[in-house]
């Protein structure tokens, strides 16, 4: 595999002689998690993103497609797979912000064919957080419109009282995007990018990439090595549609510590998707993103990520009243879909974060080992308190 050589970005005030050393050592560290693992799942590309107080670090590494040769850099696109929940749970609590919707709200408002049925009854809030009741993973694969769609939640019976089971799924946030969009009136693809990617100053995220960029459009490949791209189920915008690079998704972790400059109503949006508003056994559940209490250990990074603990119900205690966003805390995301595998993670107390873009499936287990390697060595480097 070639391995393109890696560039780290800095912030304009810090002088290259200061910073190389701290460069050159982040690198070694990077190198030393990131390659073992892209040469055992035999892994294109990849691209990794960090923040480690005002410092910004790029690396690059092999190719966006076996095809072309083409290396990856920080303007590759990569699919973000459920990551993409984040960016609509986003678009949620800013439509909350601007007064379009309450996430207290039941879906019946906003849908008025729900009146009378159990989905109708749901909170929005429960739509984000994985605890209407009891959704499958995925939309049934007969469902092929939005007509169907809304049929099948007239018909849905819910196995679970709402809020005490965690049931990881698409459909809910799927359809907690589709409501906020209608709240605001506008296409769920149109608003994102007005609304929530260009506010943020995410210049190259999408649900449909520009024809123009097309070109940075990584090549996925599944855990056998196929290519793949993402498919258009229903609902697929709002639950696994994004596309990003790693030097966007580090400006939106910098957003989600409150390191940049935002509309304020915007910044509220982002710092209230960090709400805590459910308690698992293993995490703790806000409006898509999870955290754990820092300093956090591996084993329990692993537990609360694990397949085995997404794709059973977990019960759940509802946090009453919810709790405000913590910054002592480990905030993460995993996403994937066939052809890509991703990995978000930041400690606001610590301005420290971490993004791993791949264009290959593979295993979560690894992206928690090379985040959790990567932070807790500038975390044991770092010889000053973060704000």
């Not at 290259?16 to 190198?31: F, Q």
């Not at 590309?45 to 850099?73: C, L």
């Not at 694969?141 to 049929?151: A, D, F, P, R, V």
């Not at 009453?320 to 002592?328: F, I, L």
Request: proline share 7%; net charge positive.
């Amino acid at each position: 595999m070639t391995f393109v050589t890696a560039t780290a970005a800095l912030f304009s005030h810090i002088t290259p002689a200061a910073a190389a050393p701290s460069e050159a050592s982040v690198k070694n560290r990077v190198d030393a998690s990131v390659m073992p693992v892209m040469q055992h799942h035999h892994i294109p590309g990849m691209a990794v993103g960090i923040i480690d107080g005002e410092r910004r670090y790029f690396f690059d590494y092999g190719v966006a497609s076996k095809q072309t040769q083409q290396p990856v850099t920080a303007a590759t696109l990569f699919e973000l797979g459920s990551i993409s929940k984040t960016f609509t749970a986003t678009l949620a609590t800013y439509a909350q912000a601007l007064g379009h919707l309450k996430l207290t709200d039941t879906t019946e408002k906003y849908l008025p064919q729900m009146q009378g049925t159990p989905f109708g009854k749901v909170a929005l809030v429960h739509l984000g957080t994985h605890t209407p009741g009891g959704f499958p993973l995925q939309v049934p694969e007969e469902i092929k419109t939005q007509t169907q769609l809304m049929s099948y939640m007239q018909e849905w019976k819910p196995p679970y009282k709402q809020g005490t089971q965690r049931t990881y799924s698409n459909p809910g946030i799927g359809m907690l995007g589709l409501i906020a969009a209608k709240a605001m009136q506008q296409d769920f693809t149109t608003v994102m990018q007005n609304a929530i990617y260009a506010p943020l100053g995410l210049h190259d995220t999408y649900i449909d990439i520009p024809a123009g960029k097309m070109r940075n459009y990584a090549q996925g490949y599944t855990k056998q090595d196929a290519p793949a791209r993402v498919s258009k189920a229903v609902l697929w915008a709002q639950a696994y549609g994004a596309k990003s690079t790693s030097r966007d998704m580090l400006r939106f972790v910098q957003a989600n510590m409150n390191m940049v400059a935002l509309d304020s109503r915007l910044q509220k949006a982002v710092t209230d998707t960090h709400i805590a508003y459910a308690q698992t056994a293993a995490m703790t559940q806000d409006l898509i993103w999870e955290h754990y209490p820092y300093p956090v250990t591996l084993q329990a990074l692993l537990k609360g990520n694990s397949a085995a603990f997404a794709l059973q119900p977990q019960p759940v205690t509802p946090v009453v009243p919810p709790a405000a966003p913590r910054d002592d805390v480990w905030i993460n995301k995993t996403g994937s879909t066939n052809g890509f595998g991703a990995y978000v993670a930041f400690i606001p107390a610590r301005k420290q974060g971490i993004v791993l873009l791949a264009n290959k499936n593979y295993p979560i287990e690894d992206r928690i080992k090379i985040a959790y390697e990567i932070l807790s060595e500038l975390d044991a480097r770092t010889d000053k308190k973060r704000p």
